[in-house]
Nanobody, 124 residues
Framework: QVQLVESGGGLVQVGGSLRLSCAAS????????MAWFRQASGKEREFVSS????????YYADSVAGRFTISRNNARNTVDLQMNSLKPEDTAVYYC?????????????????WGQGTQVTVSS
């Protein structure tokens, strides 16, 4: 299993932007679909975005479509999430996860590796 470490979270004002990054520990990163999930306090974990192993397919939750962009760099073993036009409801802990390449939009239970999470707080 690949080890994942997120970074880039923080405090931002409504309408602002943040870029999250997830770094993987091993070369087999390029064989996996990668995804971002988030979990707000008192809420269940929800899917945010995913990207296929080659980077050719991207998927977004309706709540973030048009505002967030997922990308990956297989040479660097990284996957990023650019978050624009942030809203208070985007406040959550964001997690990077890997899934089998056959899955384009994985459910959380289908992911085999997870990062530690990074906090994103959007203030008014």
């Amino acid at each position: 299993q690949v080890q994942l470490v997120e970074s880039g979270g923080g405090l931002v004002q409504v309408g602002g932007s943040l870029r999250l990054s997830c770094a993987a520990s091993e070369r087999t990163f390029s064989l996996y679909t990668m995804a971002w999930f988030r979990q707000a306090s008192g809420k269940e974990r929800e899917f945010v975005s995913s990207i296929t192993a080659s980077g050719g397919g991207t998927y977004y939750a309706d709540s973030v479509a048009g505002r967030f962009t997922i990308s990956r760099n297989n040479a660097r073993n990284t996957v990023d999430l650019q978050m624009n036009s942030l809203k208070p409801e985007d406040t959550a802990v964001y997690y990077c996860a890997s899934a089998p390449s056959r899955l384009s939009r994985p459910l959380d239970y289908q992911c085999h590796s997870w990062g530690q999470g990074t906090q994103v707080t959007v203030s008014s």
